[in-house]
């Protein structure tokens, strides 16, 4: 029995476009698991998904007919429940031989053949029972139900469909969009399979519009996208069509002049690809006066609610033109291209009205507006907590430039969230403190100040710059700060994969500018410091959001490289500085790499046991009490030693300090060789113990070494 490729699609209404890249490969990868776990496709299968506004499809080759029976070995019950004590089978077993399809003709044989062996404490009997590969139209039918079943989809619809019987009558049916047609091609051969309502064929639609035939009858499964690309006028691949489109951005961007090229949207592109079938990308434009506006205002208006790909010169300012993929191809495109030029002027104008209006107004005039937006019902409007946030910046702006950086962060953040109550930011939220700078700016306040409002939401992303001033980073870090303590103060934490207020991010802002700004800031009197803005209204999560920040921070250090032992090690000490930890981690990678590394941090790691043990050990040695050599040559290296790498540390060279105190091996090794720690003289045991502490102490200034222990 030889395969044959297998091609299977339904066929609906318009699918929600920002959805469709995902429901087209899911639908393809559960429909090609399902066929492969009933044995009916094999794991050389090649499965390619389809999808367009008005279909979902699956093309997955050398796909059986029938798949080929297996043999398996079945447990029937415990030998106790199948053989009396005579040994002859039990009804219940001859009932479950029975209905197994087992022949009982003999019955002492089919015992006989039945295989025994231990099933936990106690004996099985085993029946080697050989089970009917599944059919195609079976198989095919049970995997079709599972893919739509699972299918991701946003939001469900109910429609009815006409009842397939003699009566007259309606079914209610529950699916993304209302679907008119399935298509179950095996070859050639239709496999008769249902869903949704609808009773699979052989034959599909094309484009709305322009298709030369419908119905586009199928030949085969291997004919499906040629038919529709040639009959049908679709591209039915959302990747081959994605391309296509990108392709005709980028020509027609190139035939307009030197450098101007579509901006570069990966949504929305994606979003575009989910709403034509057959692209056409075409040239438009818009009248220079509303270049005046904000190039963010008029991007974001074509973007998001004309779907169109604004132009950019070589400088990456916005020109007038933009494009348009339609959806069909006129012979004479100006009515097309004339109608999306009128449909974008009201929107352009709609955002020049809105600008205007908004530059009528200074920021400062607006900050009052702000004390009747609720913020938090917990926390209070938006106006209590730019206070709050004002209060936190002022502080770090005086410790770490005085007066005059304390004034320029206070200011800033007085306004940062000012343009919230203006009517761009009103209609575009996503112009959140973009417009705050150009408002700024026309209010004649400085640069500083400006970048500063549109940059305190930096770092928005994984990657993102930081703020591009110390005014910008103070306030950033401030907001996030206040965000943080706040939410944490009254039990808002994130769970699971929930997390509404973004707080995950936010710590991750607060990490990296530490880190990457190497700020001379302390984390714990940080989080202590934001937290008195707040008076009475939360209660103290200080130690909880310091966990929380360096859990964050560990997981940020891993996916940059570093091993879990080395977080382990520099994160176990929870230092205050965060913008130490970079040097911190390459100090014990660099010491880790010696040839003495493992047996110290060996010793470590039994150095800390003994001294959980013992109680309050003070790191104070007496140089009469030593007696052993071993304990006298120990004491002696570290008097010369320890100094040295403190000196090191206290001067910010950690790799220095720890490879000084590699050093210390040898007398260590000797040390545990030939001396009894806890010696039955108190003072002897007290001042080892002692001893012991002070060498604990200087060797894990800089990170955990005992975490380094293989």
């Known amino acids: ?25 899911a ?14 496709a094999t794991a050389e299968s090649v499965v390619t998904a389809y ?38 089978a039990t009804p219940a077993l001859l009932k479950k031989l029975q209905a197994l399809g087992a022949d009982l003709s003999d019955p002492a044989a089919a015992v006989a053949a039945l295989k025994r062996a231990p099933d936990g404490k106690a004996e099985a009997l085993f029946y080697d029972n050989l089970v009917t590969g599944a059919t195609l139209d079976v198989g095919l039918q049970k995997a079709l139900e599972e893919a739509i079943a699972k299918l991701p989809i946003p939001k469900v619809m109910s429609y009815q469909l006409e009842t397939d019987c003699e009566l007259p009558g309606w079914t209610s049916v529950n699916f993304v969009r209302p679907a008119h047609g399935l298509v179950a091609l095996h070859g050639s051969t239709i496999v008769p399979v249902k869903g949704l309502g609808l009773k699979a064929g052989n034959s599909t639609h094309g484009h709305r519009f322009e298709a030369l035939v419908d119905p586009v009858t199928l030949r085969d499964a291997d004919s499906y996208a040629e038919q529709l690309r040639d009959e049908g006028a679709v591209i039915a691949s959302f990747a081959e069509r994605r391309a296509e489109i990108a392709k005709q951005l980028a020509a027609a961007a190139d035939k ?55 132009l950019l010169d070589a400088a990456g300012k916005l020109t007038n033109q933009f494009l348009v993929v339609s959806n069909i191809t006129p012979d004479d495109a100006s009515a097309v291209i004339g109608g999306n030029e009128r449909v974008v002027r009201p929107r352009l104008a709609d955002a020049k009205f809105f600008f205007d209006q908004d530059r009528k107004k200074t920021l400062a005039s607006r900050v009052v507006g702000l004390d009747k937006v609720v913020y938090h019902n917990k926390l209070g409007t938006q106006g209590e907590r730019v206070e709050r946030v004002r209060a936190i910046a002022k502080a770090i702006g005086q410790h770490l430039g005085g007066d005059l950086l304390a004034q320029q962060a206070d200011l800033a953040a007085q306004l940062a969230k000012t343009d919230l109550v203006t009517d761009m930011v009103g209609e575009f939220p996503e112009l959140q403190g973009t417009m705050g700078r150009y408002y700024a700016l026309n209010d004649g306040l400085s640069s500083e100040i400006a970048d500063a409002i549109e940059d305190h939401y930096k770092p928005r992303f994984a990657g993102d710059d930081l703020p591009r001033n110390m ?11 206040e965000t943080l303590v706040g939410m944490f103060g009254i039990g808002n934490l994130p769970t699971g994969d ?16 530490l880190v990457e700004k190497d700020l001379p800031l302390t984390l714990a009197p940080l989080v202590a410091a934001a937290a008195r803005v707040f008076g009475d209204k939360i209660c103290d999560a200080g130690p909880a959001l310091t966990d929380f920040i360096y859990d964050r921070l560990a997981g940020s250090l891993r996916e940059q490289g570093y091993s879990a032992q080395e977080v382990e090690a520099v994160l176990a000490l ?51 009490l030593l007696k052993e050599p071993a304990e006298i040559a120990l004491h002696a290296a570290m008097l010369e030693l320890i100094p040295q790498a403190n000196a090191q540390f206290d001067a910010g060279d950690y790799t220095a300090s720890l490879q000084t105190l590699a050093a210390l091996r040898a007398p260590v090794d000797a040390f545990f060789d030939g001396v009894m720690v806890n010696a039955e003289e108190p003072d002897l045991r007290l001042n080892r113990q002692g001893l012991l502490k002070s060498l604990h102490d200087a060797m894990n200034r800089v990170a955990d070494l005992s975490r380094l222990v293989a």
């Open 27 to 40: 639908f393809a990868a559960v429909l090609a698991n399902q066929l492969k776990a009933l044995g009916l």
């Open 256 to 310: 307009i002049g030197r450098g101007v090229k579509a901006i570069d949207d990966d949504a929305l592109l994606d979003e575009v690809t989910g709403l034509v079938e057959r692209p056409n990308v075409l040239v438009c434009a818009f009248e220079k006066e509303f270049l005046d506006v904000p190039q963010e205002c008029l991007i974001l208006t074509m973007k998001a609610n004309q779907k169109y790909f604004p």
């Open 1 to 25: 029995m030889t395969t044959k490729n297998l091609l299977v699609e339904l066929f609906v209404e318009e699918l929600p476009p920002k959805a469709l890249k995902k429901l087209g490969e």
């Open 498 to 513: 929930k997390d509404p207020f973004a707080l995950r991010r936010h710590a991750l802002g607060v990490i990296r500018m």
């Open 574 to 624: 929870q230092p205050q500085r965060l913008g130490d930890v970079p040097k911190r981690l390459a100090a014990v990678r660099a010491f880790a790499a010696l040839p003495e590394a493992q047996a110290l941090a060996a010793a470590n790691k039994r150095i800390s046991n003994i001294l959980k043990k013992a109680q309050d050990v003070d790191a104070h040695v007496s140089a009469l």
């Open 471 to 481: 005014t910008g980073v103070i306030v950033a870090l401030a907001d996030k700060l």
């Open 51 to 88: 999808a367009s506004p008005r279909r979902l499809a699956a093309h997955i080759s050398r796909v059986w007919l029938k798949a080929a029976d297996k043999a398996v070995l079945q447990k029937l019950m415990p030998l106790s429940v199948g053989l009396d004590a005579s040994g002859n």
